[in-house]
């Protein structure tokens, strides 16, 4: 589309520039999403008279703030990010369509599970065994492609960030590995969706980091900073600033008291793709660390299961960890803030990996 407009309208060269394109791309799936969200909460809210259900065995707080709120909101993110990364990437970039069938198959997977939920009024809809079957297999196909069009000499490596040329050949391990990275990171911002605004707010600020990794990698600036060169990559640039505009406008409906949920619909694929870019500009560990608080969501729900199995008592008052704090009494708002902070901290840290040579 930029092509046809540089050549036949006599538009400026840097309309087609990945800068430009990813600002654009914020903006309309911003716009879409304004424009979208409010027709969508009320067509949620006709075809799920009672919203989404709410744990029992959650804070009882949420039993009487939370319910009769729709959920499957997660496809206003989807939708409005998609249609932006349409009109506005390269479509002959393959990463690009591989963005867009984790998006949609994670997105199916959630929306499945968001329905018999719903409809059946139940907080357990799809097996576990079934969630993660459809999940590494999408994983697979997904890191098949990345590989085979990632450069061989960075095919296989895992990047050891804040060295400058540090990498560790995992040979053929690294398939199963980044399938796990995808998979986990679905599962981790699955976790992180129960407070108003939580996950979106967290989302938002980890796709501003892989957007900045992506233009850096793709672009001819990458020889001046502590990272590889990967030029499939500046297209996922325009992606992660798609699915940025796309988190903003639902984070507007989403803030407390939220007028929608994200649901398994968005969580699920979101944190797939961002397990994916992770994985296509080779910073899977850096996704660790600025995704800190995913990671921390995750494991306080591990490590609960573990103590609770081996002593029969809860290591923390609940989990995922925000409603550990929720239990000591901080408000929801105040919880939801203060893990913003800490990934904002999380973010600076990551871009101290970025040291220019």
């Known amino acids: 589309m930029f092509e046809y407009l540089l050549s036949h309208w006599g538009f400026p060269e840097y309309f087609g520039s990945v800068y430009f394109r ?18 969508l909460i009320a067509f949620l809210h006709l075809h799920q008279a009672k919203g989404q259900p709410i744990r029992e065995d959650g804070p009882q707080s949420h039993l009487l703030t939370k319910k009769g709120t729709p959920t499957m909101g997660g496809i206003l993110i989807l939708g409005s990010s998609i249609l932006a990364m349409l009109l506005c990437a390269d479509l002959s970039n393959k990463w690009v369509w591989i963005s867009i069938a984790v998006l949609l198959v994670y997105g199916f997977v959630g929306f499945a599970d968001d329905y018999v939920k719903v409809t059946k009024q139940t907080a357990n809809a799809m097996t576990a065994k079934m969630k993660l079957f459809l999940q590494f297999s999408m994983a697979l196909i997904a890191v098949g492609v990345i590989t085979y069009e990632t450069p061989i000499e960075t095919r296989q490596l895992l990047t050891i960030p804040y060295f400058k040329d540090l990498a560790l050949n995992l040979w053929w391990f690294y398939v199963p590995f980044a399938m ?18 939580l996950a979106s707010g967290l989302l938002i600020i980890s796709f501003i980091f892989f957007m900045l990794i992506a233009y850096i990698c793709g672009e001819n600036v990458s020889q001046y900073f502590y990272i590889r060169s990967i030029p499939a990559a500046s297209e996922i640039a325009v992606v992660c600033a798609a699915v940025i505009g796309g988190c903003v406008a639902f984070l507007w409906f989403n803030a407390a008291p939220a007028k929608v949920f994200m649901g398994d619909t968005g969580s699920l694929a979101l944190g797939a793709l961002l397990g994916t870019v992770a994985v296509m500009v080779k910073q899977e560990i850096m996704l660790a660390i600025v995704g800190g608080i995913f990671v ?18 809860r290591f923390f008052k609940m989990a995922p960890i925000h409603h550990h704090f929720e239990q000591l009494g901080w408000p929801e708002t105040r919880v939801v803030v203060r893990f913003w902070i800490v990934a904002l901290l999380l973010l600076i840290i990551g871009l101290l990996s970025l040291q220019l040579r």
């Open 22 to 39: 990813c600002f654009l791309a914020f903006f309309i799936a911003l716009l879409i999403g304004f424009a979208c969200g409010e027709k």
């Open 180 to 197: 796990v990275v995808i998979v986990g990171a679905s599962n981790a911002v699955n976790l992180s969706d129960g407070l108003d605004g």
């Open 296 to 313: 921390l969501e995750a494991i306080s729900v591990m490590i609960q299961v573990f103590w609770y199995k081996k002593t029969g008592k």
